[in-house]
């Protein structure tokens, strides 16, 4: 891969947290979108206010068509775009057979985590450390034992044990890598109220401002409105600890500079968390869900050394390279935006270079950077690839911040569990048994977490269904239920049209085909 030269040069302002809004509409799957309704930023007291509420709008009930219409309302900042030479005296070898860094880390290829010449973390994580627990942190419980419902339209019901461990296993996964600590299930009853009620208003979508909704909105209630103002918000169907991806990846217009959701998960202290989650109208095509994580401390004590502030994604370290490159629901539009902060940090005209380091040789690559919009006293810097960043070694360095010249050194690794970009949705190749292989509006195949309706069910989009099944129009067209795919073009094989296709055969797009029901 031929890595362009460029030497990433800003001047940092640090901007309000603004309100913006996502569509509120569609098939339930989601591209974490921010709806942030705080107008002064999140304080050191305060619990994440960012919403993931950017859901695909499904245009197209034979075909799942995905359409993100959420515009991007985020404030970047330009960068020099004059690329420096990848011969230039800033990646020029020394004689220890580093590279030469501001920070100094270049030259300290066993260092995580530099200042000013020294380094402050040699070890963070083994690679077969990561890997392993990589490995270990995929959802178990079966969809159907994930929640129950209530009594009543307003009562969120109760989400399983396992269901919950695992998400918030995946909330301590996350903040392991970055070297934080973990986080327990908050002990006081209300905050599960708040974030319970929260799940129900937010899931019937009914406020331009989700983080405050309408008194007018369906299950409204103070509990739901204190929650939804101190919870990140997802709206999926999916596993509750799939929602923890989902605001990790943060991806979409609107979280494009913030990505809040994701700075809110990994903040080093929190260590309580409450979760909320919830399906309206099950089993329907008006099926959508709700979820609310509020994550809030037991005490906050500030650090005198601002680099233990470190809010970092991906962090120092080893990292699976999946989770840097897709999210599970499918292929990403661009690739997923870096960054990192540090709380009472000035960035005004740092300057920041990223090296991808190879054979002992390093080359400054090009990439699109700018302030991160203001999150209480946590400032940082965003930082988007241009194209697909390989496995291997890569280095950040930092100066003119006034945490002094510091830099990290990150690992994107092959740990063997990534997901297919493309997939086969006939032969579901996508390599692990809680993922499905859908078809998206041209026809390609993507990995997601698979759905849970079965054949005939009413649907709203393909995702929702069991692998192997499609969201189509019944054959008197009054309703979408889950359908089965067939291969046309391979008369007599087990999946063949001929074979399992009782009626008609409607075609898909891609040169796929489904029966109709």
């Not at 775009?81 to 030469?100: I, K, L, R």
């Not at 209630?221 to 923890?244: C, K, M, N, R, V």
């Not at 959701?261 to 989650?277: E, F, K, Q, W």
């Not at 997901?419 to 579901?428: S, W």
Request: proline residues 5%; negative net charge.
């Amino acid at each position: 891969m031929k890595l362009l030269v460029l030497l990433i040069v800003f001047l940092v302002g640090i901007g309000s947290f603004s309100a913006c809004s996502g569509d509120g509409s569609g098939d339930g799957s989601n591209d974490s979108t921010n709806v942030n309704g705080d107008s002064d930023g999140d304080t050191a007291s305060q619990s994440d206010s960012d919403t993931d509420s950017d859901s695909d709008t499904d245009t197209d009930s034979d075909t799942d068509a995905d359409t993100d219409t959420d515009s991007d309302t985020s404030t970047t900042f330009n960068v020099d775009t004059n690329a420096d030479s990848a011969t230039g005296d800033d990646t020029s070898q020394d004689s220890e057979g580093g590279f030469e860094t501001v920070s100094g880390i270049g030259a300290l290829p066993g260092c995580f985590l530099a200042n000013n010449g020294e380094c402050v973390k040699s070890s963070v994580h083994s690679k077969d450390d990561v890997c392993e627990r990589w490995a270990q942190e995929k959802p178990i419980a079966l969809e159907d034992e994930i929640w129950t419902p209530g009594i009543g339209e307003c009562d969120p019901g109760t989400l399983s044990d396992n269901a919950l461990d695992e998400a918030l296993g995946r909330i301590d996964f996350y903040r392991w890598l970055l070297g934080v600590q973990p986080v327990a299930k908050n002990p006081d009853p209300l905050s599960w109220i708040e974030t319970g009620q929260c799940a129900v208003v937010s899931a019937y979508r009914e406020s331009p401002d989700l983080h405050h909704p309408l008194e007018t909105a369906t299950c409204y209630s103070q509990e739901a409105y204190d929650g939804a103002a101190t919870s990140s918000i997802g709206f999926s169907l999916y596993h509750p600890a799939a929602e923890i991806d989902k605001f990790i990846v943060d991806s979409g217009d609107i979280n494009f500079g913030m990505v809040g959701h994701r700075r809110s998960t990994l903040l080093y202290y929190y260590d309580l968390v409450a979760i909320g989650y919830t399906r309206i109208n099950p089993g329907t095509s008006d099926s959508a869900g709700g979820q609310c994580l509020q994550m809030s401390y037991t005490t906050y004590a500030p650090s005198d050394d601002p680099l233990e502030t470190l809010n970092a994604y991906p962090p120092p370290g080893y990292m699976p390279h999946d989770l840097t490159t897709r999210n599970l629901k499918g292929t990403m539009t661009g690739e997923l935006q870096w960054h990192f902060s540090l709380d009472n940090v000035s960035f005004d005209g740092a300057t920041v270079s990223v090296y991808y380091v190879e054979n002992g040789s390093a080359e400054k690559l090009t990439l699109d950077t700018g302030v991160l919009e203001e999150y209480g006293i946590n400032n940082g810097i965003w930082l988007q690839p241009d194209s697909e960043m390989p496995t291997g070694e890569y280095v950040v360095d930092i100066s003119g911040s006034s945490a002094g010249s510091w830099g990290y050194r990150v690992f994107l690794t092959d740990c063997g569990t990534g997901a297919p970009a493309v997939c086969d949705a006939l032969t579901q190749d996508c390599g692990a048994d809680y993922l499905g292989c859908y078809l998206g509006s041209d026809g390609t195949g993507s990995c997601s977490y698979k759905g849970y309706l079965d054949l005939g069910t009413p649907c709203s989009a393909s995702r929702w269904c069991e692998p192997g099944l499609v969201c189509i129009n019944n054959m008197s067209g009054t309703d979408s239920v889950c359908s089965p795919q067939c291969d046309r073009n391979s008369s007599g094989a087990a999946n063949s049209c001929d074979v399992i296709c009782e009626g008609t055969i409607t075609a898909l797009p891609g040169d796929a085909y489904a029966c109709k029901l």
